[in-house]
């Protein structure tokens, strides 16, 4: 099955940071958009951060500022720095890879499986 190797959840004091990263085939990587969505229990689903092929980025306005997506083309891994986090910043993290698809190839939309994030007080 496709799987998007997410990693670098944990649990963090406020006004902590934490690193989150995404690691997936080159194939899917390489034509991808890469985002970071979260997810509390009774809620939906919120695209935190995203970020194109071409490097253009895209944050929730509760995100900018203090987070940052960035990708490495060479390791095809996208990451989410994550820095002065609160406790309404708890949720579960998933990373997603997403592209259109045309009539030369198949589009997708790929999930991780995601990983806590928790901020105390």
């Known amino acids: 099955q496709v799987q998007l190797a997410e990693s670098g959840g944990g649990l963090v004091q406020a006004g902590g940071s934490l690193r989150l990263s995404c690691a997936a085939s080159?194939?899917?990587?390489?034509?991808?958009?890469m985002g970071w969505y979260r997810q509390t229990p009774g809620k939906q689903r919120e695209l935190v951060a995203s970020?194109?092929?071409?490097?253009?980025?895209m944050y929730t306005a509760s995100a900018k500022g203090r987070f940052t997506i960035s990708r490495d083309n060479a390791k095809n891994t996208v990451y989410l720095q994550m820095d002065s986090l609160n406790p309404e910043d708890t949720a579960v993290y998933y990373c997603?890879?997403?592209?259109?698809?045309?009539?030369?190839?198949?589009?997708?939309?790929?999930w991780g499986q995601g990983t806590q994030v928790t901020v105390s007080s």
């Open positions: 970020i194109t092929t071409g490097g253009n980025t």
């Open positions: 997603n890879a997403a592209r259109p698809g045309t009539v030369f190839s198949s589009g997708y939309n790929y």
């Open positions: 080159r194939s899917i990587f390489t034509g991808a958009t």
